[in-house]
């Protein structure tokens, strides 16, 4: 709106004292014309530029710089070693109807229950019960919950296959303890049951997430409006879905991104318990990208797998954060 | 208000999750004080025998490991730690042409992840001669711990009461003056936060040891773990050693800051 | 020396229109209220003179320089801040030292001033301990102290009391004013509230809607408002309006509204139609042979606010609404009727079209 009004007519300024304000000239901006957006004298401006200088440059260097040369490596057939051929969009028509990629990215889906909606079931129950009572302690739990998020994926990996482990693993052992040794399984290796078992490790890692993110939010609705909710008679049930879930839109939405990201991302896990097996039973797309890239040679096709994953992962994000906002109007 | 059932139901749940997320924790260490020379399972407790530590930190070379780590770890959250101040600052406190448009460049390089960097980012890094370098470990991690942290440093920069900031101009500081002097203070749990993420991310990651790393003597700690596990399936006790040395010093951390951590990530997770 | 000038200052947000063609005078030493409703441009005419906020149009000096173009830091003000904005790691001695600090002043010369606000404003006992141990007041008085020190040529603040609670506020608005006569700088103090305008400016600038409705002293404010907004805004309770048919009659004006039907002597040149102001010191029950009151008006009460000394009574004369003062406790309730006579010294009379104030025969007669 700025650029339409008709620049000031200026003159040089001349501060006679006293002067009646029609002579007094407005000063004369030196870019011409009227800045109603100039600077305020002496507030840091420019200056933004060298504070973000450093931290740009890495982050053009190493990601946005490699992530172009990944488009540039998805487009090419190339073994990492001799000239490669052109491909087109060969490599992305793959993701699509390679059966094995496609299992991959089925399979990453089928995580995404482990990794994101059964944490934040999780999460929300405890927040529910958390909601209506002073619960002593709270801290406490919240510290020892969170505990398997600092652990090393390796580590998680390596402690998950003791406890798979067919012949005297913890969780047969246990099946066996109590009377229900016909449940036992060899949990990593069989094909229906492999994918799962991955997924309960995930879901063992970040229910605490999802825990500490809504019994935070929980503490941050207003106790006036549980208050209502009681004097209007609502049970406890009642008080979950009209207080606490409305007003845990945000987390929730934060919760679900994060975890869904990390589901995506999953690599380490499914690389130290199964390697992607049995068969092909629980591989995913991070470890299709290793896999092709740096031991069967389809450098194109896992720089298109990666740039695919990125993009899911994108859309995923924006599409939680569309419908939590969605929801908040 | 809530009855006396709903309490206890309250607290059973609570308990029952906790338990479950400590059991394997406890487990792994019980196998790891085993006596090496029974029959060992995971999770039962015949004694405290610390030999196995001493075996697997020989035998696994965890103490090169270690160091390595430490080594990539510290300067990746000093550097990305300081770096991200510095940005966040700017994107939070300052007005300047185009810092919208930029501040997505940095979004964009928190959603991207690693795997689909990883392909190029090895060729790239080949090209320099810099894979099999500490350089390799550090510098994609640093650019992806950026994009964190200037995210993580803006949204507590915004919420700080912009009449600070304009009585230290007032009062004649400097841009830097106040950031480090007058600011800086008060976001000592927002970069506590920051710090604790950062390191459990650095010292955790695996996929770019794998990739960037064939020198034994630059494996990290979970690399080294995942090779040692490789040379050791059978043997139980040293493998839940050689996995406790190398969860123990982020649980360290995690621990010693966890009051902090948590009140950070209570009241920073949904600013932004 | 330090006059401040505004010289025909705009502000623009985007679209929005903060401050429009402010020109106003501000002598040395003076203690100048910006008041206005909220929304009116005070704060952002304030920060345009501190320079945290650029300036769209026209001129602002301070002594006889332009400061348009001048940093916060050279313009050599000191602000408090309606959140006081103290430094909470610092120290109550480290935050007042802070601006004395940055200036390079010698150390010594620093404690010795810090101890001279401090004395001043009482904050000795408190100069170790940091701003979250302090309560509301002390830690307005230490946002004052570190403007003290500076002892910069201009003074400004920005609703530096409305974080107190009544009692304190009375307290400390006087304390600044003893401050600001002793220490005799300029000071320019943005409030909302017409009574800390009244009691502490030597001038005040009235503001509505970014624009500047008048400037005087309290006194000319009160009793020569220059429209009907000043006169709305200013005195408490409001003043009473209702537009009125005039007709000469004889020796003045005669004024009809519902049930007000009186004349004013001495009255004259007034339009057939005006907007009357009523201060409610001029409207009291009717008292047969009080010669200074003409009436009398009945009316019905609409309400009753007794404060012990004093009583209004909203009184609805068919139409007219007028508030009634009365000495002590008043008998009356809601719905009661009432009798009462007005001064014709204390009307107003302003255009019903511009509502800006008409001159009458008596006023040209003072
Ligand atoms: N940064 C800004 N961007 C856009 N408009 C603004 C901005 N700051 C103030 N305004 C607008 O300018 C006008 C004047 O605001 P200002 O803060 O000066 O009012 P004020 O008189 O101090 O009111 P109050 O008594 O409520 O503090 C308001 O309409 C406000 O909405
Ligand atoms: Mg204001």
Redesign the interface.
Same mark, same amino acid.
């Given at each position: 709106m700025s650029a339409i009004e008709p620049a000031t007519p200026t003159s040089p300024a001349s501060a006679v004292a006293g002067g009646a304000a029609g002579a007094e000239a407005k000063p004369d901006w030196p870019l011409g014309g009227t800045r109603p957006e100039a600077r305020p004298p002496g507030e840091p401006r420019r200056v933004g530029y060298l504070y973000i200088l450093p931290a740009f440059l890495i982050l053009a260097g190493l990601i946005l710089y490699p992530l172009g040369h990944a488009v540039y490596l998805s487009l090419w057939h190339w073994d990492g070693l001799t000239t490669g051929t052109w491909a087109g969009l060969e490599n992305y028509a793959d993701v699509v109807s390679d059966p094995a990629l496609r299992s991959s990215f089925a399979h990453a889906l089928v995580l995404l229950a482990f990794y994101a909606l059964l944490p934040v079931a999780i999460g929300l129950l405890i927040a529910g019960l958390v909601a209506r009572a002073q619960v002593r302690g709270l801290a406490f739990f919240r510290t020892v919950i969170f505990l398997p998020q600092v652990i090393a994926m390796v580590v998680v990996a390596v402690m998950w296959r003791m406890i798979y482990e067919p012949e005297n693993g913890a969780l047969n052992e246990l099946l066996r303890a109590v009377g229900l040794g016909s449940l036992t399984q060899s949990w990593l290796g069989d094909f229906d049951l492999a994918l799962p078992s991955v997924g309960g490790i995930a879901t063992w890692v970040y229910y605490g997430l999802a825990m500490v993110l809504l019994t935070a939010g929980v503490q941050k609705i207003p106790q006036s409006l549980y208050d209502a909710a009681r004097v209007d008679g609502a049970g406890p049930v009642r008080e979950f879905f009209a207080v606490t879930l409305p007003g845990l839109r945000g987390e929730i939405a934060v919760a679900l991104t994060l975890t869904t990201i990390f589901a995506l991302r999953n690599f380490d896990l499914v690389y130290i318990t199964t390697k992607g097996g049995p068969g092909d039973a629980t591989s995913v797309p991070a470890f299709e990208v290793y896999d092709r890239a740096f031991q069967t040679g389809q450098v194109g096709s896992a720089a298109a797998i990666g740039i695919s994953l990125a993009v899911v992962i994108f859309l995923i994000s924006v599409l939680i954060n569309r419908v939590a906002e969605r929801g908040a109007r | 208000? =809530?009855s006396r059932t709903?309490?206890t @139901?309250? %607290?059973t749940?609570?308990?029952l *999750? /906790?338990l479950?997320? @400590?059991a +394997?924790?406890v487990?792994?260490v019980f196998?790891a004080l085993q006596n090496p020379d029974n029959v060992n &399972?995971?999770?039962s407790f015949d004694g405290i025998h610390l030999g196995n530590f001493k075996d697997a930190w020989e035998q696994g070379n965890f103490g090169s490991y270690l160091k390595s780590s430490a080594i990539v770890t510290v300067t990746v959250v000093v550097v990305a730690g300081t770096?991200?101040i510095?940005?966040g %600052? !700017?994107?939070g406190l300052?007005? *300047?042409r185009g810092?919208g448009v930029?501040f997505y460049?940095?979004l964009?390089?928190l959603?991207?992840?690693?795997? &689909?960097?990883?392909?190029?980012? %090895?060729?790239?890094l080949r090209d320099l001669s810099l894979t099999d370098t500490y350089w390799a470990l550090i510098?994609?991690q640093? #650019? =992806?711990s950026?994009?964190f942290g =200037?995210f993580w440093m803006r949204a507590f920069f915004r919420s700080v +009461?912009r /009449?600070?900031v304009? #009585? #230290?101009?007032?009062?004649? #500081?400097t841009?830097w *003056?106040t950031l480090w002097r007058?600011l800086l203070?008060?976001a000592k749990p927002a970069v506590l936060t920051m710090t604790v993420l950062l390191f459990?991310w650095t010292?955790?990651e695996?996929?770019l040891a794998?990739?960037m790393v064939t020198d034994e003597g630059l494996r990290t !700690?979970? @690399?080294g773990?995942?090779f040692f596990?490789g040379r050791n399936t059978s043997n139980?006790t040293l @493998?839940?050693a050689g996995?406790v040395i190398? !969860?123990t010093p982020?649980?360290v951390v995690?621990m010693f800051l966890?009051?902090h951590f948590?009140r950070g990530?209570?009241s920073g &997770?949904?600013k932004g | 020396m330090a006059e401040v000038r505004f010289i025909d200052v705009d502000k623009r947000y985007g679209g929005v229109d903060a401050v429009r063609g402010v020109s106003l005078d501000i002598a040395d030493g003076e203690f100048m209220v910006f008041v206005g409703p909220s929304g009116s441009g005070k704060t952002t005419a304030l920060r345009m003179l501190a320079g945290l906020e650029s300036i769209s149009g026209g001129q602002i000096t301070i002594g006889d320089r332009v400061v348009n173009d001048v940093a916060p830091r050279e313009r050599d003000i000191a602000m408090v801040f309606q959140d006081y904005a103290l430094y909470p790691q610092m120290t109550v001695f480290d935050n007042l030292a802070f601006g004395l600090r940055r200036r390079k002043v010698p150390k010594d010369e620093i404690a010795r001033r810090v101890a001279r606000a401090a004395e001043a404003l009482d904050l000795g006992r408190y100069l170790r301990r940091k701003p979250g141990q302090l309560s509301g007041g002390q830690a307005q008085r230490v946002a004052l102290g570190r403007a003290l020190v500076r002892d910069p040529q201009v003074f400004l603040m920005d609703e530096p009391l409305s974080n107190l609670d009544a009692k304190l506020r009375t307290q400390t608005r006087g304390e600044i004013k003893r401050l600001q006569q002793e220490v005799g700088r300029t000071t320019v103090y943005v409030t909302h509230d017409q009574v800390e305008a009244m009691t502490m400016g030597d001038r005040i600038a009235v503001m509505n809607d970014g624009v500047l409705e008048q400037v005087g002293t309290p006194e000319e404010l009160y009793e020569r408002p220059a429209n009907r907004f000043v006169a709305g805004f200013i005195g408490s309770p409001a003043m009473a309006f209702f537009d009125a048919d005039v007709v000469a009659a004889d020796g003045g004006a005669r004024l009809r509204c519902g049930a007000v039907d009186v004349v004013l002597p001495g009255v004259g040149g007034l339009p057939a139609e005006v907007t009357v102001g009523v201060r409610p010191e001029c409207a009291r029950p009717w008292e047969e042979g009080d010669g200074r009151l003409v009436g009398p008006v009945s009316g019905v009460v609409e309400y009753v606010e007794a404060l012990g000394r004093e009583t209004f009574v909203g009184v609805d004369a068919g139409g007219a609404r007028v508030v009634v003062h009365c000495e002590g406790r008043a008998a009356l309730q809601p719905g009661d009727a009432i009798e009462f006579g007005i001064a014709p010294a204390g009307l107003r009379f302003f255009a019903c079209d511009s509502g800006l104030a008409l001159p009458t025969a008596v006023e040209a007669a003072r």
């Open positions: - | 208000m =809530t709903e309490q @139901l309250t %607290y749940i609570l308990g *999750f /906790s479950l997320a @400590l +394997p924790i487990g792994i196998t &399972a995971f999770g770096l991200s510095l940005s %600052y !700017a994107f300052m007005r *300047f810092s930029l460049v940095f964009l390089g959603m991207v992840p690693m795997e &689909a960097m990883i392909v190029p980012l %090895y060729y790239d510098l994609p640093i #650019a =992806t950026v994009a =200037t +009461p /009449s600070l304009e #009585a #230290a101009r007032i009062d004649g #500081a841009s *003056f007058v203070p008060l459990m010292w955790n695996f996929l794998l990739v !700690a979970p @690399l773990l995942s596990q139980l @493998l839940a996995s190398v !969860a982020v649980v995690y966890q009051r948590i990530m209570l &997770a949904v | -």
